[in-house]
Structure formats: structure tokens, C-alpha cells
């Protein structure tokens, strides 16, 4: 699924426009996404959101997997196509990870409005003290079925859930 810029024609929080394939820009920005809410990286794009010169599949690749070797632990991250006005572009997609990253060198980065920020001693043991173990939320429980809910809670969570909301789930 292609995805737009999350913040119009400009980088922000979620969203890292790179001009080109150098690696160390590229395991920062992988580094900096994992550690914070994750996000987009577009290849070909500058700072300005203007396309800078057509990226090749296997140039990004190749920029790609040397980059990953620069983060540690390997941030997980695949590619997508990007659609843009300006044309089609290469995206590597970057969830947001439970672990905590850094790069080679022991920076720490996390991503800040629309830059890559290290972080001090300090902001790192904070950041990783917040790191979740297990991301509960998101697992599916084996061998769960319907019937384990209770009916009345589930209830009481939706009618809430449409208070603070205003839509109706379904």
C-alpha cells in the first residue's frame, strides 16, 4: 500500500525524506524510528520534499543492508513504494520497536519534529526504562475465542470508547 507523506511536502515526527543512499543517514533515520513511534523513510526526496534524482531498487538495497549493519540491535524494516505527485518512490517502513536501538558508534537516536536527536545519558536509561517487555496490545492470545470474553465488559468499553470517541463501532 502506497502512503503519502505523513506531513504534507515536508519531514516530520514519522516521516524522513533522504536525497539519496548514503548509509549513515539512512541507519540514523532507522535507528531514530525504531527508537521512537516508527515511520517512513522516502529515498529521492530532499529536506524540501522536491525529488532529488531517481533511486535504483538495488542501490537502495545494497544501502539498506549496509545500514542495518551500522544499528544495533538490526532494526526491522521493508520496503514500499511511495506515491507521490512528483512520481513513484522507494519507502522502507520502520515500526516502532520494543527494543532499544543505537547505532555502531553507542548513539542513541530518537526522531524529534524532523530531525535524528542523540540522546544523553540521562534521556537514554528514561527511554528504555519505558520500553515494554512484551507489547500485550498487540499479540493475539493462542487458542483465544470469542466466547472468553466477558460480554458486559466488552459492553461497558465500547459505550465508552463512543463517549470519548463520538463514532460507533461496529
Known amino acids: 500500500r502506497a502512503l503519502a507523506p505523513m506531513n504534507g511536502n515536508k519531514p516530520g515526527p514519522r516521516t524522513v525524506y533522504l536525497a539519496g543512499t548514503e548509509v549513515l543517514p539512512l541507519a540514523e533515520s ?3 524510528l525504531a527508537n ?3 515511520g517512513l523513510i522516502v529515498l529521492g526526496i530532499g529536506p524540501d520534499g522536491r525529488p532529488t534524482g531517481e533511486i535504483w531498487e538495488e542501490e537502495a538495497e545494497l544501502a539498506l543492508r549496509e545500514a542495518a549493519a551500522l544499528c544495533r540491535p538490526p532494526v526491522p ?3 514500499q513504494a511511495v506515491e507521490l ?8 517502513q520502520v515500526p516502532r520497536s520494543l527494543e532499544l536501538h543505537s547505532m555502531a558508534d553507542g548513539r542513541v537516536l530518537v526522531r524529534r519534529r524532523d530531525e535524528n536527536r542523540p540522546l544523553t545519558g540521562e534521556e537514554i536509561r528514561t527511554l528504555a526504562a519505558g520500553r515494554a517487555t512484551v507489547d500485550f ?3 493475539a492470545v493462542p487458542g483465544a475465542k470469542p466466547d472468553d470474553l ?6 461497558e468499553y465500547l459505550e465508552k470508547r463512543e ?7 461496529a
Open 30 to 32: 532507522l535507528v531514530a
Open 36 to 38: 521512537s513511534d516508527g
Open 77 to 79: 524494516s521493508h520496503f
Open 85 to 92: 505527485p512528483a512520481g513513484r518512490f522507494i519507502g522502507i
Open 137 to 139: 496490545e498487540t499479540e
Open 150 to 155: 466477558d460480554t458486559a465488559t466488552l459492553r
Open 163 to 169: 463517549e470519548r470517541t463520538g463514532t460507533r463501532s
